[in-house]
């Protein structure tokens, strides 16, 4: 083994142990980014980008916080703020904000939040005040907060379209897996249709889920560790999607899914992490079996510096976003560790808090992700946003988790 030195974005020089006969370098990139720390304190697992004062600049969201863009120096709050311990006994060490999704829901300019906290808790929508924000130090003012759906009982919901227009909150619900979207009046209970049969395996706590198109009919279907459920094509909103078996995550079950062309052959590839609490990232090459869809394996990283070509290995990768980082037309996967996810008690919970990117790289093979480190100081919570926060047209990322809330600002792009 030989040490390799890299100077990550915190400045903070970090060692790490590789593989001498294994491990290569990857190819030189000019995306960079600059650290933004935010707050320093444990306020949300999960963090978000929307125009919430409707000034023409995005804002950062995390928790009941959130911090005016452009500079983000500024923050105000819509609900009571509280910050939480990063250890406890049974759900004390936690933020009862796990995931914050803005959308302008209501009628007016304002986005508002649609918020989802410790698993099987409610989600509610934050109606936006408008220009009556509240201080940051705000212990008692709360903007009307409607329930919107009972008991989302997964790891991983997501919010994105699935049903024709708008968008849709994406869960585990009630031993469903289940798609909410709001009411005509979206300040009642949202309407909630059932993707499968009640299934005792959709418990509390379950981890991976995702959407997207796999049988290339433009409709996206639903992603989670055992296999895919296809939509049909005019859907009742009524009936069970029909359900086709593959073991994306054998295990534990990873983070938010994602179909991507990884390989750009035409087709959707899977990409999902094995074990959010443990080791294992894959993309899944799609292929035909006997004119049938199936799945290729192509291990990302394993529990060992050797399962990655590059030699980087971390545990945790509790959540993940799939953006195209570096500008050149094809997405890119960004993910890191959680940190302190289970008070410590994690595979792998006292090495550095690491945030990634992977780079698609398209080849004579195929394609391969390969890692480029921003941070080693910050880590992922439950929810990884990317966008573009200063308006240069380079994608930047939003993380809040036990360490505080960070931007990563991108400084470079590949010319």
């Known amino acids: 083994m030989k040490p390799f030195f890299f100077l990550p974005t915190s400045l903070s020089l970090a060692v790490f142990f590789i593989a001498e006969t294994d491990a290569k370098e990857p190819p030189k990139t000019e995306v960079s980014y600059k650290r933004v720390q935010l707050l320093d304190k444990y306020i949300s ?10 000034d023409g ?17 500024e923050s105000f709050a819509y609900a009571p703020v509280k910050f939480f311990p990063i250890t406890g006994r ?11 999704f803005p959308d302008t829901i209501t009628k007016d300019k304002w986005p508002d939040i649609l918020k989802v906290g410790l698993p099987s808790q409610p989600a509610h929508l934050a109606i936006n005040p408008g220009e009556k924000p509240a201080k940051p130090d705000n212990k008692k003012f709360s903007c009307s907060h409607c329930k919107a759906q009972d008991d989302i009982c997964n790891e991983s919901p997501q919010y994105l ?94 983070a938010q899914m994602f179909a991507y062309d990884i390989d750009g052959d035409g087709d959707n590839d899977v990409v999902t992490a094995l074990d959010a609490h443990a080791w294992g990232l894959v993309w899944y090459e799609q292929i035909k079996k006997d004119g049938k869809i199936t799945f290729k394996a192509h291990s990302v990283m394993t529990d060992k510096p050797e399962g990655n070509p590059y030699g980087v290995c971390f545990s945790q990768p509790h959540a ?25 008690k994690d595979p792998g919970a006292a090495q550095p808090a690491v945030l990634y990117w992977f780079r698609t790289v398209r080849n004579e093979n195929g394609a391969e ?14 929810q990884i946003t990317t966008g573009d926060l200063n308006g240069d047209g380079k994608i930047d990322i939003v993380v809040s988790n036990k360490k ?12």
């Open 45 to 54: 697992e999960g963090a978000s980008i929307a125009d919430i004062n409707a």
């Open 57 to 73: 600049h995005p804002d950062v969201i995390a928790g009941s916080l959130w911090w005016q863009g452009p500079d983000f120096k």
């Open 90 to 100: 049974g759900l004390s060490g936690y933020s009862n904000n796990f995931f914050t």
């Open 161 to 254: 379209q699935v049903l024709g227009k708008g968008k849709q909150l994406l869960a585990y619900s009630k031993n469903h897996i289940t798609l909410a979207e709001p009411d005509t009046d979206p300040t009642k209970p949202w309407k909630v249709f059932h993707v499968s049969p009640k299934d005792r395996a959709l418990k509390k706590y379950t981890h991976g889920l995702g959407a997207g198109d796999i049988n290339g009919d433009n409709l996206p279907d639903i992603l989670e560790k055992r296999g895919w459920w296809q939509q049909p094509e005019n859907w009742n909103r009524k009936s069970p999607w029909t359900f086709h078996p593959f073991p994306f995550a054998p295990d534990k079950g990873g």
């Open 320 to 344: 993940m976003a799939c953006a195209d980082i570096d500008g050149d037309g094809v997405k890119d996967i960004v993910t890191g560790k959680c940190y302190f996810a289970h008070n410590g």
């Open 369 to 382: 992700l390969v890692p480029y480190l921003i941070d080693d100081n910050s880590g992922v919570g439950r």
């Open 404 to 415: 505080g809330v960070f931007a990563f600002i991108q400084t470079k792009t590949k010319p």
